[in-house]
């Protein structure tokens, strides 16, 4: 099975000085992996990061039972690098908000939404963004919520408003969420593995200095982009970080579970031995609820 995609120009606005893009991209052949699943192309995910009016290049593949996810877990415990191994064996879309945010830094301001010219606003103040901004620049993409492939939704929702409207929002589009996947690691190696981690600058793909480490230091192994350290990701932010996420985003844990769709995964190990228990249980949880799933 081949998958091709095309070729594209496009013309940014001259306004904001930004250069003729040609993007190219190039006939590769998906690999069956040890599951009978094709492992497509990683597409660019493009309506998500740069919004609704971009196009995903090459279209994520329907299929039958698309896997709709969304990955919890405190800052550290991997939900980045989960998300990227889950997206090639079970062929859902990776929608990060995190991906989404660092990208609209990189844009032309004309190309971008309402929504995320107004929380670069707040990012540029310091400010934290506010429940309503996140959940705007969320249902502007909703689209990528009716993915032929499914989602695994990384960063949203991370309060109980966001997660009351995501939910309202599913069930008006008629659309079944699978599981919550709930990451858990004691404290003392969630710093560790902060603190190593490093993130390509072109794909976001994350590798960490002494667990996954590049096969070339400073370089990614996928694109052959520069690795670099995320602010948040320095020792001096890591507290403030898990401060954050245990006031805002621990209670999703207990909204989720009353809800009947929570897993709770123990995130100890290397990443492969992880996604490996990760896809064992939502295998038995879909065998054990096939309606929901």
Same mark, same amino acid.
């Not at 976001?204 to 694109?223: Q, S």
């Not at 897993?263 to 309606?291: D, H, N, V």
């Given at each position: 099975m081949s998958i091709t995609t095309s070729l594209r120009v496009v013309y940014s606005c001259v306004r904001c000085r930004a250069a003729l893009v040609i993007r190219v991209t190039a006939r590769r052949r998906a690999r069956v992996n040890d599951w009978g699943m094709t492992n497509p192309t990683r597409n660019e995910r493009a309506s998500w990061i740069q919004g609704p009016s971009a196009r995903c290049e090459p279209t994520p593949e329907t299929v039958a039972n698309p896997w709709r996810l969304i990955l919890l877990?405190? !800052?550290g415990v991997g939900k980045g690098t989960q998300a990227d191994l889950l997206h090639q064996r079970l062929r859902a879309c990776h929608l990060s908000t995190g991906d989404v945010f660092r990208a609209a830094g990189k844009q032309a301001q004309c190309d971008l939404s309402p929504a995320m010219k107004a929380a670069l606003d707040y990012m540029r103040r310091g400010a934290l963004v506010p429940d309503s901004t996140v959940w705007d620049m969320v249902r502007e993409r909703s689209g990528c919520l009716h993915c032929g492939g499914g989602f695994l939704l990384d960063g949203f929702p991370r309060t109980l408003a966001q %997660?009351?409207?995501?939910?309202?929002?599913?069930? +008006?589009?008629?659309?079944?969420?699978? *599981? /919550? /996947?709930?990451y858990e690691l004691p404290v003392n190696e969630i710093v560790a593995r902060l603190s190593g981690r490093r +993130?390509?600058?072109?794909?976001? %793909?994350?590798?960490?200095?002494?667990?996954?480490? !590049?096969? /070339?230091?400073? /370089?990614?192994?996928?694109?052959?982009?520069?690795?670099?350290?995320?602010?948040?990701?320095r020792p001096e932010s890591i507290k403030v970080r898990l401060e954050a996420y245990d006031r805002s985003t621990a209670p999703l844990i207990e909204f989720y579970k009353r809800l009947g769709v929570l897993?709770?995964?123990? *995130? +100890?190990?290397? !990443?492969?031995?992880?996604?490996?228990?990760?896809?064992? %249980?939502? +295998?038995?949880?879909? *065998?054990?609820? !096939? %309606?929901r799933a």
């Open positions: 877990g405190a !800052p %997660a009351e409207s995501l939910k309202q929002l599913m069930e +008006t589009e008629g659309l079944a969420l699978t *599981a /919550v /996947v709930n +993130t390509c600058e072109k794909c976001k %793909a994350v590798f960490h200095l002494m667990e996954r480490p !590049p096969k /070339v230091e400073g /370089v990614c192994d996928r694109c052959g982009g520069g690795l670099y350290q995320r602010e948040d990701d897993l709770s995964i123990s *995130a +100890t190990g290397a !990443p492969e031995a992880i996604c490996e228990r990760t896809i064992a %249980a939502l +295998t038995a949880w879909r *065998a054990k609820c !096939p %309606a």
